[in-house]
């Protein structure tokens, strides 16, 4: 079982010293969640809440991931930087790829790729993007991203949503065979796009582990009948606060648990998120690895 830390909710003048924390504590993983703009009035469309509202506020604080997790990277020298979620349709894909390349140098390696279609139409109609559209140029998206990363010499491409080229797109990924990029969302037709398409699947929003695993269950069954058993495969969830949640996500299928420091303690000081990130490697992430997790390696 690997662990990643959420920095959402935490202040951007503390993701460098939380991150080096949570490097030094075993962690494997730090992740920022995304969003362009939102509206003056955020919709009640969230599809991982019950009531469709969203834990974000239209006064919420955005930044952007890329500048946000370089920092992180020069702090850093083994943990992995990732995204949970980039909303991939929103941007050219030469955008993206610019962006998460420049990424992949500076840490050395370290990037992944989360990346989702989104749920508020709004940011699609503020850059006049099709919000109906977003499933298809996802799709059209992923591929063409790696293309970009590992293709030698020019590349071209005349798809349904994007013309360009020849162009020469350079430098390519420094991991290979290339960047993972992990597919984030709960509809059946993301979890189809994660099993076929994706190197790891991001759940959200499960309400139980029985849900979790059927959801699981269903996405292997699409890697199976793509052919794509043999690939490497991570599924991310962050359905696990402590030791006991890490063991039903590992029977589940799980092989990254995602956590994050409890609302009051992300909002206080950062010498309280320190101490809270301390004691969950304590008690969980050293416990599991020379415990159980060792004996199962």
Partial sequence: MKFGLSLVGLRPRWYAEVSRRAEENGFESVWLGEHLV?????PSTYLYSDDGLPPIRPDTPLYDAWVMLAGVASVTSRIRLGTNVYILPLRHPLVTARSVI???????????LGAG???LADEYVAVGQSFHDRGSQMDEIIPLLRTLWTADGPVEHHGGHYHFGPVV?????????CIPIEVGGTSMRAMRRAARLGDGWIELGSKDH??????????????AAAGRTH??????????????????????????VVVQSPQDVALSTLDEVL???????????????????????
């Avoid at 797109?169 to 065979?177: A, E, M, Y």
């Fill in 210 to 223: 029985r849900q979790l695993s059927e959801r699981i269950a269903a996405v292997q069954e699409e890697r």
């Fill in 102 to 112: 420049s990424l992949d140098r500076l840490s050395g390696g370290r990037v992944t």
């Fill in 38 to 42: 939102l509206p003056a009035e955020v």
């Fill in 275 to 297: 101490a809270w990130l301390d004691d969950y490697a304590a008690s969980v992430v050293v416990k599991w690895s020379s415990g159980r997790g060792d004996s199962q390696r």
């Fill in 231 to 256: 690939l490497p495969f991570e599924i991310t969830s962050g359905f696990a606060q402590d030791l006991a949640g890490v063991e039903a996500c590992e029977q589940a299928g799980v092989t990254r």
């Fill in 169 to 177: 797109f350079s430098p390519k990924s420094l991991q290979k065979p």
């Fill in 117 to 119: 279609v989104g749920w």
